[in-house]
T-cell receptor, first 112, second 117 residues
Framework: QQQVKQSPQSLIVQKGGISIINCAYE??????FPWYQQFPGKGPALLIA?????SEKKEGRFTISFNKSAKQFSLHIMDSQPGDSATYFC???????????FGTGTQLKVEL | GAVVSQHPSRVICKSGTSVKIECRSL??????MFWYRQFPKQSLMLMAT?????????EQGVEKDKFLINHASLTLSTLTVTSAHPEDSSFYIC?????????????FGSGTRLTVV
C-alpha cells in the first residue's frame, strides 16, 4: 500500500516536445506529491509539488496533473530541452514531515 | 532557500574501515532528517529517519550497528558506515524535512559517493 508506481522507465523526446511521466499510488492517506529531478552524481532537487485539494499546478514549463479518484498524478514538461535530460522521480507522503515514498524513476533524454 | 550541505562528495576507503558522512542544514533547523541509499539507475531507498536528540528509526533490513546515525543538534546529522565492505559502495543522500513554515517540503543534500576497495 506504500508503493508509488512510476512509468515509463525511460523516455526519449525531441527538443520542443512534451514529456509526460505518470505515477499511481494506493495509500489514500498520502497528501503531498512532489516531483524531483536528479542529475548524475547529484542529489534530487524539487521541481514542483501538489496537494490533493487541486487538480493541476503549473510552474513555468512544468505542470502536475492530479486525479484523486484514480489515485494518479503526472508530470508534463512542455517545450522539452536537452538540459531537461535527467532522471525524474515522483514521490508521496502523508505529510507533516513524514518519510517520502519514491517512485522507481524515469530517465528522460531530450534529443536535438 | 533551505540548503543541506553534505560532505564529503566522494570518498574511497579500504575494507574494514569506517567512514563518516556529514549533513549540515545551513539556514534552518532540521528537526527531522532522512538518510537514503541509491544504487546506479535505481530509486532512493530510505535507510533511516532521525529526529534531533532521539535514536534513529531504521527501515526493515537496515543494520543499525553498521549504519550509525547521530543527530545530536538541529543543524548536523551524521551517518557512519562501520567496518565497510565493497557491497556498501553506493550513493548516500541525506534529506531534511522543512517543517510547517515551508509547507512541509523537503530538501536534499548533494550526495556522497562511497567506494569501498
Amino acid at each position: 500500500q506504500q508503493q508509488v508506481k512510476q512509468s515509463p522507465q525511460s523516455l526519449i523526446v525531441q527538443k520542443g516536445g512534451i514529456s509526460i511521466i505518470n505515477c499511481a499510488y494506493e495509500n489514500t492517506a498520502f497528501d503531498y506529491f512532489p516531483w524531483y529531478q536528479q542529475f548524475p552524481g547529484k542529489g534530487p532537487a524539487l521541481l514542483i509539488a501538489i496537494r490533493p485539494d487541486v487538480s493541476e499546478k503549473k510552474e513555468g514549463r512544468f505542470t502536475i496533473s492530479f486525479n484523486k479518484s484514480a489515485k494518479q498524478f503526472s508530470l508534463h514538461i512542455m517545450d522539452s530541452q536537452p538540459g531537461d535530460s535527467a532522471t525524474y522521480f515522483c514521490a508521496a507522503t502523508t505529510g507533516g514531515g513524514n518519510k517520502l515514498t519514491f517512485g522507481t524513476g524515469t530517465q528522460l533524454k531530450v534529443e536535438l | 532557500g533551505a540548503v543541506v550541505s553534505q560532505h564529503p562528495s566522494r570518498v574511497i576507503c579500504k575494507s574494514g574501515t569506517s567512514v563518516k558522512i556529514e549533513c549540515r542544514s545551513l539556514d534552518f533547523q532540521a528537526t527531522t532528517m532522512f538518510w537514503y541509499r541509491q544504487f546506479p539507475k535505481q530509486s532512493l531507498m530510505l535507510m533511516a529517519t532521525s529526529n534531533e536528540g532521539s535514536k534513529a528509526t531504521y527501515e526493515q533490513g537496515v543494520e543499525k550497528d553498521k549504519f550509525l546515525i547521530n543527530h545530536a543538534s538541529l543543524t548536523l546529522s551524521t551517518l557512519t558506515v562501520t567496518s565497510a565492505h565493497p557491497e556498501d559502495s553506493s550513493f548516500y543522500i541525506c534529506s531534511a524535512s522543512l517543517g510547517r513554515e515551508a509547507n512541509y517540503g523537503y530538501t536534499f543534500g548533494s550526495g556522497t559517493r562511497l567506494t569501498v576497495v
